[in-house]
């Protein structure tokens, strides 16, 4: 409930009612919406949602903090709740080709693909749908089995649609490893990186993809710049351990990943 209960809208609170540990925001609405997308891109998906829901709070209309909340809920693996909240906000936008592609993917990744690839073509669809809605398309028939030449078509629509947005690059080469194709997702990590020389998530996924591909070296140096970018970040030095050749069971590890 703990997340959930962030996406509880309410009027803005008199001042003397304001909690300490989520007083009213000191920004407005497009303060929020920045925030959100900066804590977004980087994997600080906890806090992201915090700013989309905070940014709701003065413009319940702005339909953009809506699909910023619905995937960080996606990232973070609250499927069930993501679906909920794209039912609730396409009862106000029920012809936003985002809305539908954020259901969709929730319910691809929830174990219903038949029913999310169905929301996902009628986002399509619609008129002039978006970079998002292209990568969630391709995200979905990788996660589904189908065709990678199929998901390639949907992520150079994305491509076209928003050029040298080292962001969506990340994000395809994301999908690319959440089904272990590393070699595909390596142009697009790249080129993330490039873009984003600091961003600890770009580092992270990049770090996945040299494992991936057995370049054990790569990837520890990717993993430890992750880390010196945000401290505390536990995935990246799990994996920093993971890849190192002191550890004991690296090269098990390794011999496994080779084997795959």
């Known amino acids: 409930m ?3 209960s962030k996406l509880d809208f309410q009027p803005e609170p008199p001042a003397a009612i304001a909690t300490p540990d989520d007083p009213w925001p000191n920004m407005d609405e497009h303060g929020c919406m920045k925030l959100g997308e900066s804590q977004f891109q980087t994997g600080l998906y906890e806090p992201a949602l915090t700013s989309y829901s905070r940014a709701l ?8 903090a809506w699909i910023g ?3 960080c809920l996606i990232c973070l693996g609250e499927y069930p709740e993501a679906v909920t909240w794209s039912d609730r906000a396409l ?4 012809k936003s080709p985002d809305l539908l592609a954020c259901k969709g993917l929730a319910l691809v990744r929830g174990g219903k693909p038949a029913q999310g690839l169905e929301y996902l073509d009628g986002a399509v669809e619609l008129r002039a749908p978006s970079a998002w809605v292209w990568q969630a398309r391709g995200e979905s028939l990788l996660l589904t089995g189908q065709d990678v030449v199929n998901a390639q078509r949907c992520f150079l629509k994305a491509q076209e649609l928003s050029p040298q947005d080292w962001h969506l690059e990340m994000r395809i080469g994301m999908s690319y ?7 595909p997702a390596r142009p697009h990590l790249l080129t993330a990186a490039r873009g984003a020389p600091s961003n600890p998530l770009a580092l992270y996924q990049l770090g996945l993809m040299h494992e991936g591909l057995g370049e054990f070296s790569l990837a520890q140096g990717c993993f430890q710049r992750a880390q010196a ?3 505390g970040y536990v995935e990246a030095e799990r994996a920093a351990e993971r890849v190192s050749g002191n550890n004991v069971f690296a090269h098990l590890w390794r011999g496994l990943r080779l084997r795959k």
């Open 2 to 4: 703990g997340r959930f």
């Open 57 to 64: 709070r003065f413009n319940k209309g702005l339909v953009e």
């Open 69 to 71: 909340q619905i995937r």
């Open 91 to 94: 009862e106000k936008f029920f």
């Open 177 to 183: 490893n959440a089904v272990r194709k590393f070699a």
């Open 229 to 231: 970018a945000r401290r």
